[in-house]
Each structure stands twice: as C-alpha cells, then as structure tokens.
C-alpha cells in the first residue's frame, strides 16, 4: 500500500472582501511552521563580549540606515601608520620619558658601619714599581676588609693576565703586593660606599693632596689611576686654574702651578678631539730629594676594573694592565723621554 504525503489540507482565512477562502497547506508546509519557533539565528562577535555583540547585532539588524546620495562612497578610515593625502604622516601620541634620577650623595652616617680600608704600600721609599689608586673601597670590600673584593670585579684577573703576579691571587692577600711583587694599593677617598656617584665632588678634591702626600713619601716609578675619572679628580686638583693661586702661597709653587695649568690647558685644546689614550699622561713629579733612587713618577691610566663597564671587557683591561708593565719595564731601561711632560708642582707643606 501506497501513502501519498503529497496529500494536501485546506485552512479557511478571510480576504480584504471579508470572504472566507479556503487555502490549500502541505503537510511539510504545516511542519515546517510549527519548527520555525524553535528556530535560533547565531550571530559572530567581532572581539565583543556575547552579551554586547547581541545587543549590538539587534540594534544592526533594526535600524534603518540613510540612503547614500547617489555617486558617492563611504569614507575608509585610515590605519594611525598609513600616509593621508599629501604624503604626510598622521601624529602619534608623544611618549613622556622619565628623566635619570639625579645623583644623591650618600650621607656620612649611612656608611658609618664600614670600615675605611688599610693602604699596602710597603715599608721602604723606592721599592713600587706601580701604586694602584682605586676610586674608594666599595660595600663589599670594606665589608671583607680587602681591596677589589667584590667577585665580579677583574682587578686581580688583570694582574695576573699582565704577568705582574705570577698566579691569581685572592683579594685575601691584598698585603703581600708590596713585598712579592712591588705593587701598592690605596683609594683617592677613604670613605666606604655603595656606589662612587654617592660620593661629593669636594671629597674627591680633598683627596687628591693626600694622594699626592703619599707619592711624594714612597716615590712609586708609576701611579696607575683605575678609572679616567679618578685621575681627572687628581689632575684637576692638583692643577688648579690660575684664579686658585691667589689663596697664600708662595709667588714660586703660584707661578709653577699657573704654568704647568697654563700648559694642561693648551694640551687639552690641542686633543679635545682625540679619544682618552688609556696609557701615560703626559704629567710627572720630580722628586728633589738627593738620596732618591727613583727621581720622577708618572702616571699611567687604565679602565676601571669594576664588572659593570660594559664597554670594555676582560680581554681588553688586560691589555691595558699589559700595557702598564711594559712603560714600567720600559722606565727601568730608561727608554722613556719625560722632558715634555708637565712638572706637577709640590708644595712645601707636603715634602
């Protein structure tokens, strides 16, 4: 037996006449409109959350919106990086940068739990080849009582790989470079710190005659300053511009220290272009005393030997420590002309 679905049911409605009209509904037909209440519409959301994409889509889908004239097109948004007309480029927001922090001298008191460390500088005049100067003794080494203390520093590393020591020493044994291997040790400012920026300018000036004191008294072939700064400090100090003379001295240390100035500055005009030579400074002091088997020191310069310089690592400061032994093998021989270099003057007080 055959079922014909195809078999049609009728549904009396009312025309616009009022008559009543019998319209032909398939069973399919009749199926399908009970189905369409269950119907459900999924609409994608653009990055909204569901709730705001539902919302927004209904508002779509109900608004009407204006017919465009004729002839004419939508306007398109340009991305923030696209050129508009004529090539320029759209404005980006300014970005604020935060400015450095502004260097903050440490007070005295903070520091006041460390000690200033013990200079190594022999018991002899004449017998340092070379007095290392260091900045001021760090938090750590003031901390272990030891110069160049702190595991990152290659102080010692540069020692040994310039051949003047004959292993790596530690800086536990700091004191023996005077005796085994001629070497001294001290720092421009006795004051402990953190940082060098936490200390003043004025602690660096006054250190500068002190240093001087001690070369004056042990007579070193070499002062090696471990750091440019440090030694632009000393030199500054220890050369003051004329204006400075007028304090009391005597007319003879005024007039040699107006000309060794004099000269600095001619020498610094002639190579304010040239970059840093780390090596001999074209200075030196003539020690007067007759019985002096050293009779003049120099001053040589390296990098500083702390671990955050970061333009210039390990195989490069050795170079500069290399360097150092070679002037100093070099000032043995008598190889080394010093008769152009500026006579630093000494005053009375400090001989």
Known sequence: MVIDVCNTMT????????????????????????????????????????????????????????????GSRSPKKRPAHTPATG???????????????????????????????ND????EVDMLDVMFCGINPGQMSATVG?????PTNHFWKCLHGAGLTDRLLPATEDYTLPDYY???????????????????????????????????????R???????AIWESFIK?????????ESGNSMEVST?????????TSKKTKTSSEPFRYDLQSYKVVHIDPNASIRETLFFVVVSTSGLVAGYQLPEKIKQFTLLKHRVDELKHGSVDTAAMTHIPISPDLL
């Open 11 to 70: 549904e009396e409605t009312a025309n616009p006449e009022g008559d009543t009209v019998n319209t032909a509904v398939t069973p399919t037909q009749l199926l399908r409109d009970k189905l369409s209440v269950f119907r459900f519409e999924f609409t994608p959301s653009l990055g909204r959350p569901p709730r705001k994409a539902s919302a927004t889509k209904h508002e779509e889908v109900n608004s009407v919106l204006p017919a465009l004239p004729s």
């Open 87 to 117: 090539g320029s480029y759209t404005k980006k927001a300014k970005v604020t940068r935060p400015t450095s922090a502004k260097r903050k001298i440490a007070p005295s008191e903070k520091y006041a739990h460390l000690n200033s460390l």
């Open 120 to 123: 190594y500088l022999g018991q």
């Open 146 to 150: 030891h110069h160049f203390a702190h």
């Open 182 to 220: 001629h070497l001294g040790l001290t720092n421009l400012v006795e004051r402990p710190s953190a940082q060098a920026a936490e200390l003043a300018n004025e602690e660096f000036t006054a250190g500068a005659p002190v240093l001087l004191r001690k070369i004056v008294r042990k007579r070193p």
């Open 222 to 228: 070499v002062v090696c300053f471990v750091g440019k």
């Open 237 to 245: 100090a220890v050369v003051p511009s004329p204006s400075d003379n």
């Open 256 to 264: 040699a220290k107006t000309s060794a100035r004099t000269k600095a």
